[in-house]
Each structure stands twice: as structure tokens, then as C-alpha cells.
Nanobody, 123 residues
């Protein structure tokens, strides 16, 4: 499994970004995590293999949306109304799934990780 995340950048508070993660491997549940300087890696959003089920951290509910296009082997994270607290390196992750509807939200559950993409939100 090879994961490649891209789409990060510098944006002003209140702005939007869309991250993409190409997953060239077998069918997987996928998620986005983020890590700010001096902090532990934290869960952001997850999506099942089927795309029917999602989960979000409370801090991003209503602002972020995760989706996937299995025909393109790509998972997306649409981020809206960004704030300085969203500044972090964002990582996509994948793992084999027990079924098409399973969603996993813990760091320890994931086997494969992308290289990370920096998101910086200026105030």
C-alpha cells in the first residue's frame, strides 16, 4: 500500500482547503490524522471502504468533510472555516478492513501512513 497526501498549504483563517490522498493498494478503510508541533498525533476524520460511513473528531464536525472515490483510489478531506488551531501536518492512513462499512478512528488501528502535508492557517 502506498499513500501520497497532497493539497496542504497556507490559508487565512476562515478559508478552505481540500486535501487528497492517493491510495494505490488494496481495499482499505482510511482516515486523516494531524499533528501539531509539540502535540501528539490526533484523529481528524475516517471513512469506511464503502464510503457510506464516516466519523469525525468533535473539533472538526460541521467544518470538515471526508469522502472517497474508489474509482480514483483517492480519499479527500474538505476543510472549511479553518482556524489557527487547525495548523498541523496532516497525514492520511489506511488499513485492511473487516468489512465495507467499518470505520476506525484510533491511531493504533492504522497500518499504513502517508508522508504528511503541512496545513498552516494564519490569523
Amino acid at each position: 500500500v502506498q499513500l501520497q497526501a497532497y493539497g496542504g498549504g497556507l490559508v487565512q483563517a476562515g478559508g478552505s482547503l481540500r486535501l487528497s490522498c492517493a491510495n494505490r493498494g488494496r481495499s482499505s478503510a482510511m482516515a486523516w490524522f494531524r499533528q501539531a508541533p509539540g502535540k501528539e498525533r490526533e484523529f481528524v476524520a475516517a471513512v469506511s471502504w464503502s464510503g457510506d460511513n464516516t466519523d469525525y473528531a468533535d473539533s472538526v464536525k460541521g467544518r470538515f468533510a471526508i469522502s472517497r472515490d474508489n474509482a480514483k483510489d483517492t480519499v479527500y478531506l474538505e476543510m472549511n472555516n479553518l482556524g489557527p488551531e487547525d495548523t498541523a501536518v496532516y497525514y492520511c492512513a489506511a488499513r485492511p478492513t473487516l468489512g465495507p462499512g467499518y470505520v476506525y478512528s484510533r491511531v493504533a488501528k492504522y497500518t499504513y501512513w502517508g508522508q504528511g502535508t503541512q496545513v498552516t492557517v494564519s490569523s
